[in-house]
């Protein structure tokens, strides 16, 4: 059983940046590709990005392209969102995830993701 411990939520100014941390224990953080998704109230899971299990190749939704970058620390066995130009369109609940899925296609897919973290608040002020 994995669990996914998510930090690094908060309220920011629009045009300012958070890092969010995703610690990952009781499993093999390896045989894992990475996922992150937000919530914004009365809206559906969305698709933020993904990290493959190698951390070799990444994916993003195209509302975040260029502004959001997920990195992974094998070592730490944690996963990252460095969120930057946040507008008041990024408040959301984020949250990580974990699947033994490694296809681009899936990794998209909240289904497709076997844990998940609590969620973080992100709050961005406009």
């Known amino acids: 059983q994995v669990q996914l411990v998510e930090s690094g939520g908060g309220l920011v100014q629009a045009g300012g940046s958070l890092r969010l941390s995703c610690a990952a224990s009781?499993?093999?953080?390896?045989?894992?590709?990475m996922g992150w998704f937000r919530q914004a109230p009365g809206k559906e899971r969305e698709f933020v990005g993904a990290i493959s299990r190698s951390g070799g190749s990444t994916y993003y939704a195209d509302s975040v392209k260029g502004r959001f970058t997920i990195s992974s620390d094998n070592a730490k066995s944690t996963v990252y969102l460095q969120m930057n130009s946040l507008g008041p369109e990024d408040t959301a609940v984020y949250y990580c995830?974990?699947?033994?899925?490694?296809?681009?296609?899936?990794?998209?897919?909240?289904?497709?993701?076997?844990?998940w973290g609590q969620g973080t608040q992100v709050t961005v002020s406009s």
């Open positions: 009781g499993g093999t953080y390896s045989s894992y590709a």
């Open positions: 995830a974990a699947t033994s899925v490694d296809s681009y296609y899936w990794l998209q897919v909240w289904t497709a993701y076997d844990y």
